[in-house]
């Protein structure tokens, strides 16, 4: 009789304390026994649920069949496609009672508009800010054409993505993701690709992120010390004059380009910008202020933990919108300034198609990128029957987010006086220092970055070590290591090369050839000639995605 008040659902087994038997919090379909009870047979009385007497009958047949074979034989256990959901699992106790299993929670689901903001602020990065530089390197004409082209193929490559697991027959792909696809497909070749092409995106965005907080940490602290000093600049920077100025802080070596746009042009990158020695010997945007995010950032990417950084995400979205709200007010204030010369340059405009558009499209790229991560973003999407359309307008919202600022931005750069190939891979950096917009902007944009780049360097860290040593930390020293070589790219970039238009369009068509195009295409194909649906049609389109991948990244080598 004393088995008669044992609990159906235990975890026990031969060897174990019973002491474990009580707990639902780690439920596991292959070891415990649940007893499910059927919506219609729990009868509610005030507090408690109770089991009507058909549940009962069939909770005593259980117990029957369940002592007709030893405690250690499994033959007549329940197959585990016939256990129900934690959701649906009630434990049965001799006086009656039901008891709704509450240890397993399912995640929370949200509604379409959540999942497409998701989507929308995860994708809207860094990438933003060198779309302008973008358009001017590609032409107006031609990269409003590209930006548009890049975005449907980046959809429809992602939709591939999306639904590759569910091609997957007789196998639960449930909790799968896109590396999991890719090594049933190619086996470990494919399982480590997919990882290292991932590490390329994540490192890259590591290196922009680090080389953009030294600009912005520069020109923050900048800003500080003039107003502190009430030090102008307004005569020691190469640019348009009034209180709204835009910059040249390289123009362009060709005979006429400068035009009458300013008067000064100081060479370094806006470094000395005041007579304070001093002052610009310790607080370099190349030489020293890299180095000093070393100390802040070094100790928060050994932290074992990033959760705390999580609650931060919401920056983002912030940023972006006080981002619109810039450039609108910026265009606003300097009109509209276009020129269209189709092919040949002017002294102040580019031609509208140029030769230097794989750069754009390597950006774009990037910008475009989150096919590493659709399948866990959509997982938690309450229609999952809407996933196809929701993704295509978060990529509408995306897209037309780009094209509004980099058309905007632009337009709106004043030429004349100031000839567009001005225009710089990070657009702010036209911008004074002291510009008070500006610097609100460079602000919430460091403080967003410093609070996701802990992040970054956490699923880096996961990826990694959990590949190479199987824990996500298996050492302080380990994680060190590790940090020390992602920091000093940083360093390395943010000093010798702070370009991140470039450095943004290599780790995109790298990371993209493999992720967006190789691997996309060839599991599609692979899987309709599996069905006896592959076509010529089909196989040419998807071999020429492959071709594109592959000459998107070849060209970043010849601009």
Same mark, same amino acid.
């Given at each position: ?364 790229? /990037? @910008? ?9 973003? !959509?997982? %938690?999407? #309450?229609? =999952?029957? $809407? ?125 993209? /050839? @493999? ?9 599609? !194909?692979? %899987?309709? #000639?599996? =069905?006896? $649906? ?26």
């Amino acid at each position: 009789m004393e088995d008669d008040s044992k609990p159906l659902l235990s975890s026990e087994q031969p060897g174990e304390s019973y002491s474990h038997q009580g707990s639902t919090d780690s439920l596991d379909c292959k070891a415990k026994r649940p007893f499910h009870v059927e919506p219609r047979n729990i009868v509610a009385d005030d507090q408690l649920e109770r089991v009507s007497s058909e549940a009962s009958i069939l909770n005593s047949r259980v117990h029957y069949y369940g002592r007709l074979t030893g405690s250690s034989d499994r033959l007549l256990s329940p197959p585990n496609h016939v256990i129900p959901g934690p959701e649906e699992i009630y434990i049965y106790s001799p006086l009656g009672t039901a008891f709704k299993v509450t240890g397993s929670e399912r995640p929370s689901k949200n509604p379409s508009i959540i999942t497409i903001f998701a989507i929308w602020n995860t994708m809207m990065g860094t990438s933003v800010l060198s779309i302008p530089w973008g358009i001017k390197q590609a032409g107006f004409t031609m990269g409003v054409i590209i930006l548009v082209f890049t975005g449907l193929l980046m959809l429809y490559c992602c939709y591939i993505v999306l639904k590759s697991p569910k091609g997957i027959p007789y196998i639960d792909t449930s909790d799968w993701e896109f590396p999991d696809v890719c090594r049933y497909y190619f086996g470990k070749l494919g399982q480590w690709s997919s990882l290292v092409f991932s590490m390329v995106s994540l490192i890259g965005a590591m290196v922009v992120y680090w080389v953009l907080m030294s600009n912005f940490l520069y020109n923050t602290g900048q800003f500080i010390y003039n107003y502190g000093h009430n030090v102008t600049v307004s005569d020691k920077e190469w640019g348009t004059n009034g209180s709204d100025k835009v910059l040249c802080p390289y123009p362009p070596t060709t005979p006429g380009g400068n035009g009458s746009a300013g008067v000064f042009f100081l060479h370094g990158g806006g470094n000395d910008t005041s007579d304070d020695v001093p002052f610009q010997h310790w607080w370099s945007k190349t030489n020293t202020v890299p180095f000093y995010l070393i100390i802040l950032l070094l100790p928060l990417l050994c932290l074992r933990s990033a959760s705390f950084f999580a609650r931060f995400t919401f920056l983002g979205t912030i940023s972006v919108l006080y981002l619109l709200t810039l450039v609108t007010v910026k265009a606003v204030r300097h009109g509209f300034h276009l020129g269209f010369h189709w092919w040949d340059s002017t002294q102040f405009y580019v031609p509208e198609f140029r030769i230097f558009f794989p750069q754009l499209t390597g950006i774009l790229t /990037l @910008a475009f990128f989150i096919h590493n991560c659709i399948i866990t973003l !959509m997982k %938690s999407n #309450k229609h =999952q029957e $809407n996933n196809v359309r929701d993704l295509s307008v978060a990529y509408l919202l995306v897209g037309l987010t780009y094209l509004y600022v980099g058309v905007m931005v632009f337009a709106s750069f004043p030429s004349p006086p100031l000839p567009k190939d001005c225009i710089q891979p990070n657009f702010l950096d036209n911008f004074s220092s002291s510009d008070v917009m500006v610097f609100v902007a460079r602000t919430f944009l460091l403080f967003q970055m410093i609070t996701v780049y802990p992040l970054l360097g956490y699923l880096v860290r996961v990826q990694i070590m959990g590949q190479l040593f199987g824990s996500p930390y298996p050492s302080f020293f380990h994680v060190l290591a590790q940090n020390i070589l992602v920091v000093g790219a940083g360093v390395l970039m943010a000093k010798f090369y702070p370009n991140i238009g470039s450095i943004i369009r290599f780790s995109g068509a790298t990371c993209g /050839l @493999a992720l967006v195009f190789i691997f996309p295409a060839l599991i599609h !194909m692979i %899987s309709l #000639k599996r =069905q006896g $649906n592959l076509r010529w049609p089909s196989a040419l389109f998807h071999s020429f995605l492959i071709l594109l991948g592959l000459t998107n990244l070849v060209a970043q080598f010849l601009m």
